[in-house]
C-alpha cells in the first residue's frame, strides 16, 4: 500500500485503494466492447480481426500505463470509435486505399499530432475556450455517452421513417438492458450510500447474469444459434441484432491465446502473404501522389485534436486536470498518453487511441489517481491473452446500464453549471448536444455549437468574450466541414 501510495498519491488525492481497484474495473467493464468492435470495423478493410483484436488491446494498454504512470490521472485510453469509421468506412472503402495505405496515412497523421501536441498550442486552444463551453462540451459527452449505451443495447434503433425509434422490447436483451439501467438509476438515489456508490457495478454483473443465463437457455430451445458467421436470432426474433453475451464455450470463435498480429503489424511486413518492404515502399510513393491523401490527413489530425481534447476536458474537471480558472494543469504530462497513441497505433496494427470518456465512469466511482487507469490497463493486456473471460461484458446489455447512467450523471451535473442567465450559452448547449448526438461525433457537435456561439456573439455586440484562438478554431472547424464535402465529391466521381 505505501508503494501505490508514493506512486500514485492516493490519500492526497482523496482517494482510497478500494475506489481506484474498483473504478479500473469499471471502467474496464464500460469499454472492453471497444477490442471487439474496433476489430471489426478495421478489420473490414481486410486485416485480420483476430490479429486487430489483440494490438488493440495492447496498444491501449501501453498508453493507459502511461496516462497512469506519468500524468497519474484517472484516463482510459482505447481505438476511438468515430476515428477507425472514419479510416475504414470513408478513407479506405470510398477512396480505394488498400488497407495497408490507410494505415500508413494514418501513420503519417499520427506523427503530426504527435509534434503538435509537443508544442503550447493545443493548450492555448483548450485555455482559449471559456468555462460556459467546457461545460457545454462536458454536458454533450454525457449525452454522447448515454446515447451509445441506449444504441449498443438496442434500447434506440435506426428507423427508416423517423431516423430512429424504439427498440423491440419483445427482445430479452433490450429488457435486461431497461430493467437493469432503471435498477441503476433507483440504486444511485438509494438512502444507503454504499448502494449508491455500487450502483453500476452492480447493474453490470446483474445484467451479465441475467443475460448468460437467457442466452444459454435460448440456444438450448434453438432461438439463438450460430450460422457459421455470427449469432443470430431465431422464430419472431429472426431480423434483431443479438445484443447478449454469449457463454465462451458456446462460441468456437472465442480462443484463447493470439493470433493473426504477425498479418498487422508494420503494415503485415512480417506476414506471410506477400506483403514486404518493397510493397510498402511502393504503397508510400502511390500515397503521397494522391492528392486526396493530404485532404484525408488534414481530417484525420483534426478529428483526433478535438475528440481527445473534448474528453480531457470532460473527465479533466472531476479529477483537477481543469482548475476553478478553466484552465489545464499538468497539460504537458496528460496530452502525452493520446500522442503516443496517436503515434504508435498505425505501425502496430489498430486504430487510433484515444483518452475515452467512459473514464468518468471510475471517476464516478471515486478514482481520482492513475491507479484506476493502471488497473485497466493490466485488464487490457490479460484480454489479449484470455478474451474468453471478458467477452460477456462485451455484449450491448452488459454495459448498457454503466454507459446509460454514467452519461446521465455527467449531462446533469455539467449543464446544471452552465449560467441559465446567459440565454446565448443555453442556445449553444442545446445546438452542440443535438449535433453531437444526431451526427454521432463529438467534434462536429463541437464544431457546429462553436460556430454558432460566434455568430450569436457578433449579432449580440459582445465583443470582450470573442478571442482569437476561437476565431481561428472555427475557420479550422469550417475547413474542415468543406474538405469533408470535398473528399466526399471526389468519392462520388
Known sequence: MEFLEKIFKIKEKGSTLKKEIIGGLIVFVSMCYVLPLNASIIGSMGMSYSGVFAMTAFVSAIVTLIMALVANYPVVLS???????????????????????????????GILFFAFSLTPVRKLIINAIPNGLKYIISAALGAFICFVGLKNSGIIISNESTFVGLGNFANPATIISVVTAFICFGLMFSKRKILGNLAIPICVLLAALSGLITSIIMSNTGMLYHD??????????????????????LDESVKFGLSGVEDVVFFGIFSNNGYNGTSFVNDLVAVFQNPVSYIAIFSLMFVNLFDTTATLLAVGRNVGLIDEKGEMQNYQKAVLADA???????????????????SNVGVEMGARTGLSAFVAAILFILSAFIYPIFSIFTAGCVSAPALICVGTLIFVNNFKAID???????????????????????ASGIGMGLIAYLVMLMFAKRWKDINVTLIVIAILFLISFVLSAVLNVINQT
Open 79 to 109: 481505438a476511438g470509435m468515430g476515428l477507425n469509421a472514419y479510416i475504414a468506412y470513408t478513407i479506405a472503402a470510398s477512396s480505394g486505399y488498400t488497407w495497408q495505405q490507410a494505415m500508413i496515412l494514418l501513420t503519417i497523421s
Open 228 to 249: 457459421g458467421t455470427s449469432w443470430v436470432y431465431g422464430g419472431y426474433l429472426a431480423n434483431d441484432v443479438v445484443n447478449l453475451p454469449i457463454a465462451p464455450w
Open 340 to 358: 503516443t497513441g496517436a503515434l504508435i497505433c498505425a505501425p502496430l496494427g489498430t486504430s487510433t487511441v484515444t483518452s475515452f470518456a467512459e
Open 420 to 442: 441559465f442567465k446567459d440565454q446565448l450559452l443555453i442556445f449553444t448547449g442545446f445546438i452542440t448536444v443535438i449535433f453531437t448526438l444526431l451526427t454521432y461525433s463529438i
